[in-house]
């Protein structure tokens, strides 16, 4: 174990790790000041949309850089893509239903 | 590995001390800290009968209940509580776990040649997450149990119920992690752990869908913990998330909940599957047809299962337009089901069939998934389901998949495997009576539901016209036959474990790994690192499968 700590140490080191740790911070209060913001004039749900995009951003240093997916092999970024794409399909198919259901193509 | 005597299941003589995997330490110490799959695999197998009892005596008050067209055995809001716990036990505590943690944690290794799984504590682990989750939840039905149904819908769960809701919901959801841990050390040990040798298109079918059930595990689960967090979050906080009041969406709930419980079925069956496949290949004493085309529908179900969930919703309010695309999408996982079941009847033929009680469960499992399956489609068609939804049909549909599918395929697993087990051999008379009036006892109880349900008759209610009092008095009286034929297994094979005759290493002459090591087997599963050199399923001499002369060695011996 003190090995695999000692060569994941070298990808970023401890600096790396607290600037990774600060950016997830600076995300967090960023998030909660812009719910402040009222975005949803410009167009509805921009609110949740910049919180969502933000949280995702932080999502990518979490995997990429916590959990070493940059460094991983290719099995390891598969699994990682797949993760995201079973996300797309229950978003997509859930999103399916609430789209149609006024307007849809079967609907009167 | 290819010296016939390896196999021939004598080649240690029987009164020989030998150490294995049971003898190996008595302390209760020994056991609760071990990080040996086998012995986790044991104590799973007891942790998981208690709940499959515990399920099963309140079906049995289900029954006793509908027996009369009046709810007078029991008040019906003690009904609602009946039937829900009787679901959630079965559901999340026995059907999930089952096969996968008593059966595939103790022979997924031992199948692919290695010592142990990749992750042995994450392994321990996930008995004692199991242990918590069950734990949490009995307190919870004996503080007063839950009655929203084992879907914990909303707004049952959320507004209506004032039962143990979140405190079951957090036995269930404390219970999903210990899913999440086993799908993940799988599949880390199916990559990881092979025996040389022991390519992908080598692996047992078993593994497959191990594998396959796995990734459903890893990509499901950690959907219903979150929604189950959600549905605390809302009852706790008023937050609006399904609750239209306060700007949530019930359905929403229903899209979360089934887009893991839906695949939940195939974590049920997929692994049945699995031993289905190996009982047929072994009893048929053929390879299996078309290994590939197997092997890969286990994957096919995996990814399409995860497609279909909202079949569970056509008139529960979902577009009708979803409701299209998942009807579609409905027809399209039955491919590779319906591919199962033709190649395991088209490995039969021609085959040199035996018997044996493990053989008899799975022939018993191929026509009541036949029917569980055929059924399925019919709730999948969009027209019919609106007349069948939430009728006695679906119960009978789910039992025929879930008793009639994966609990006969568990029982053909427990009969194939224990022998390897536990080193002894159960009575054949016994296991066959048991098989039949499995098979006899489930069509008597769930085939009358299917009519019940076509004339009308609603799941969840204690009463019910009296016309209909005949096919549930069938209905009873056939779980009645289910549950003696259920507790038979029980008796003799705890009987095996004190009087049965000690069993040979490979007591069937299959050829899989799991049957080249001694029974029980020594807790590092293999005295050297077998090198796989033959294909799976081959029955062959080149597999160092000589069964004439393993047949001789074993009649000199005896």
């Given amino acids: 174990m003190s090995d695999n700590h000692a060569e994941h140490e070298e990808h970023i080191g401890i600096p790396g790790y607290i600037v990774i740790f600060l950016i997830l911070v600076v995300g967090t209060i960023f998030t909660y000041f812009s719910s402040f913001w009222d975005l949803d004039s410009i167009f509805p749900g921009a609110n949740t949309l910049l919180a969502l995009a933000i949280a995702f951003t932080k999502m990518m240093f979490v995997i990429l850089y916590f959990m070493h997916v940059r460094w991983s092999s290719k099995t390891i970024w598969l699994a990682a893509v797949a993760s995201f794409f079973w996300l797309l399909i229950m978003f997509a198919f859930t999103m399916q239903d609430y789209f149609t259901r006024v307007s849809g193509v079967f609907s009167a | ?558």
Avoid at chain 2, 149 to 175: D, E, K, L, Q
Avoid at chain 2, 437 to 453: D, E, M, R, Y
């Fill in chain 2, 1 to 558: 590995m290819q010296d016939v005597s390896a196999i021939s299941g004598n080649s240690i003589p029987a009164d020989e001390p030998k150490l294995n995997y049971i003898n190996n330490g008595h302390t209760l110490k020994s056991w609760l800290l071990t990080k040996d799959h086998k012995r986790i695999a044991l104590m799973y197998l007891l942790s998981v009968s208690a709940f499959f009892l515990m399920g099963g005596i309140y079906a049995a008050f289900i029954r006793l209940e509908l027996l009369t067209p009046a709810s007078d055995l029991l008040e019906t809001a003690t009904y609602n509580k009946v039937f829900t716990q009787h679901g959630i036990l079965m559901v999340f505590f026995f059907l999930i776990p089952a096969i996968p943690a008593i059966l595939g944690n103790f022979l997924l290794p031992l199948m692919i040649g290695a010592k142990d799984l990749a992750l042995p504590r994450i392994n321990l682990l996930s008995l004692y997450i199991y242990w918590i989750g069950g734990i949490i939840t009995l307190w919870a039905l004996m503080k007063g149990g839950v009655d929203t149904g084992w879907t914990f819908y909303t707004p049952y769960s959320t507004t209506f119920s004032n039962s143990y809701v979140m405190a079951v919901g957090i036995g269930v959801f404390i219970n999903g992690f210990s899913s999440i841990l086993t799908g993940l050390n799988f599949i880390v040990s199916i990559h990881t752990m092979r025996a040389p040798g022991m390519t992908w298109f080598r692996l047992p079918l078993f593994v497959w869908a191990h594998y396959a059930t796995s990734l459903v595990m890893i990509l499901g689960t950690p959907v219903v913990a979150i929604t189950i967090l959600l549905v605390a979050i809302e009852r706790f906080a008023r937050i609006g998330i399904f609750d239209p009041a306060i700007g949530g969406d019930p359905i929403l709930f229903q899209h979360l909940f089934w887009f893991y419980s839906h695949p939940a079925v195939y974590i049920m069956i997929l692994p049945g599957m699995g031993v289905i496949s190996e009982v047929i290949a072994g009893f048929s004493r053929k390879r299996i047809f078309g290994y590939e085309f197997v092997a890969f529908s286990s994957i096919a179900i995996a990814v399409f299962g995860f497609l279909v969930w909202g079949h569970h919703m056509f008139v529960s309010g979902q577009s009708v337009f979803a409701g299209l695309v998942f009807s579609f999408l409905t027809m399209v996982v039955a491919v590779p089901s319906a591919i199962k079941t033709f190649n395991w009847v088209a490995t039969m033929y021609k085959g040199s069939i035996s018997y044996d009680t493990p053989m008899l469960y799975a022939i018993g499992f191929l026509g009541l998934f036949l029917v569980g399956g055929l059924t399925g489609l019919f709730l999948g068609s969009i027209g019919l389901t609106v007349h069948l939804t939430d009728t006695y049909f679906i119960v009978a549909h789910f039992h025929y998949v879930m008793v009639g599918g994966q609990v006969i395929a568990y029982l053909a697993g427990i009969h194939y495997w224990w022998p390897k087990m536990t080193g002894r051999m159960y009575s054949e008379f016994w296991g066959k009576v048991s098989a039949m009036l499995v098979f006899v006892g489930f069509n008597l109880t769930f085939f009358p539901q299917f009519i019940l349900g076509y004339m009308g008759m609603p799941r969840r209610y204690a009463s019910y016209p009296e016309e209909l009092q005949v096919l549930n008095i069938f209905s009873t009286a056939g779980a009645s036959v289910l549950g003696i034929g259920l507790l038979m297994p029980v008796v003799y094979l705890i009987h095996s474990l004190f009087y049965g005759k000690k069993a040979a290493d490979n007591p069937w002459m299959h050829p899989g790994l799991e049957w080249r090591t001694s029974s029980p087997p020594p807790t590092e599963n293999f005295k050297e690192m077998p090198v796989v050199t033959w294909e799976a399923y081959d029955f062959g001499e080149e597999s160092g499968l000589d069964i004439e002369e393993a047949r001789r060695r074993e009649a000199v011996t005896v």
